[in-house]
């Protein structure tokens, strides 16, 4: 398995800002993904976090909206921009770490004022 | 395109009975099958898989699920259900091949009663 964390835990924020998720994995892995878990909902995957290239997104998800960042194979970020009260979550980072597995991030609850 | 059903969003059982969560999923090709559960402010957690072989597959925390490819489902079961066992569980399905997206189901949240 891996150790993944994620800052923030939870944040809440004003309609209009930013954020941007981190997610730190203790070993290198080749797959990362965000997921969004929407209040009450499933698990929506937004988007493949690519080292060294642009993500790959999901049908209704944008980079414009959510931007991502895979520098290195051990942590990337998510940026929820120009949010709005829709985009109250939590937001999961994941990794895979063989071809069978995947493991998730203790989320980030963000709220949206 | 791969699929998820779990047809009970919530399931009650007395502490020490047996419990079963149900799912069924539709993947062309063959699946591969996981659970994970949830419980309060955490992420989710990785019961346990099923990728070949062995239909009754066991996992952490003493939970097992049985694959059954006739009838399309990957029931979650535990002889003796724990109180510490209340969460939401996630029925998650992704096809043998391609990379790793895996489509979820809705959830079901177990509560157990002491």
């Known amino acids: 398995s891996a150790v993944i964390s994620q800052k923030p835990s939870r944040d809440i924020c004003q309609r209009g800002t930013s954020l941007t998720i981190q997610c730190q994995v203790d070993?290198?892995?080749?797959?990362m993904f965000w997921y969004r878990q929407q209040p009450g909902q499933s698990l929506t995957l937004i988007a493949t976090?690519?080292?060294?290239?642009?993500?790959?997104?999901e049908s209704g998800f944008v980079i414009d909206k959510f931007p991502i960042s895979r520098p290195n194979l051990t942590f990337s970020t998510l940026t929820v921009s120009n949010m709005s009260p829709e985009d109250s979550s939590i937001y999961l980072c994941s990794v895979g770490t063989s071809r069978y597995e995947q493991f998730f991030g203790p989320g980030t609850r963000l709220t949206v004022l | 395109a791969q699929s998820v059903a779990q047809p009970e969003d919530q399931v009650n059982v007395a502490e020490g009975n047996p419990l079963t969560v149900k799912c069924t999923y539709s993947?062309?090709?063959?699946?591969?099958l996981f659970w994970y559960v949830q419980y309060p402010n955490r992420g989710l957690q990785f019961l346990l898989k099923?990728?070949?072989?062995?239909?009754l597959v066991k996992g952490s925390y003493g939970f097992e699920a049985e694959f059954n490819k006739s009838q399309t489902s990957f029931h979650l079961k535990k002889p003796s259900a724990l109180v510490s066992d209340s969460a939401l569980y996630f029925c998650?399905?992704?096809?043998?091949?391609?990379?790793?997206?895996?489509?979820f189901g809705t959830g079901t949240r177990l509560l157990v009663s002491p």
């Open positions: 993947v062309s090709g063959n699946p591969y």
């Open positions: 998650a399905v992704r096809r043998d091949t391609g990379f790793q997206k895996l489509v």
């Open positions: 070993s290198q892995v080749t797959m």
């Open positions: 099923y990728i070949t072989g062995d239909n």
């Open positions: 976090a690519n080292q060294g290239s642009e993500a790959t997104y």
